[in-house]
């Protein structure tokens, strides 16, 4: 019995499957940019991130068949281009810095005097987090992960997690702030 996938076509994937290279190609135009802006958040370096996504690519045309369970395509082409960017990041360096408790508990979670900030500015600010901030922000915020998978992914607690997610929080309203008050003190003079 065939599983259908409703993003796409069952037969493109059964050709995929059997290395159909012309399948492979349309499998890879649908997801290549999706799946790339993801390793590029996760891994900032474009030449890195590139390098991932094919690997990723690589290794889903190896594991296609495997694919029965999981559903749609593309959240298991997710899954293995985070796991991918994971490992890449482990094996470069430690993700994680240990944060000093002291101050993080303060920030508000909402600030009343909001900027504009375009999204260039936002991506440009997540790829400036230091790395264990940014893949637990990327993880939670634009993933959807709770921080107990993410530190069953990342293999730290729950409560580091948490206070890398806050970390990067922090950091980003200061770089957007500080960008902002850069702007508008350069428009004024």
Known sequence: MAVHYPEINQELIDACIRGDRLA?????KQYSRSMYNLCIRMVPDQT????????????????LGSLRGWGAPGAWLRRIIING???????KRGLFIPLPEAGLA?????ESDVQVVSPEEINRAIRLLPEGA????ILHLLEGYKHAEIGG???????TSKSQYRRAI??????????????????VS
Do not use: W
């Not at 390098?51 to 290794?59: I, W």
């Not at 303060?106 to 909402?110: A, F």
């Open 24 to 28: 492979q190609y349309r499998f890879y």
């Open 48 to 63: 890195e991130a590139e390098d991932l996504l094919q690997e990723a690519f690589v290794r889903a045309f190896r594991e």
């Open 85 to 91: 960017c994971l490992n890449h990041l482990r094996k």
């Open 106 to 110: 303060d920030i508000p979670d909402e």
């Open 134 to 137: 940014r893949v637990v922000f």
């Open 153 to 159: 992914m990342l293999g730290i607690s729950e409560s």
């Open 170 to 187: 922090a950091l980003l309203k200061n770089q957007l702030t500080e960008k902002n008050y850069a702007g508008q003190a350069g428009a």
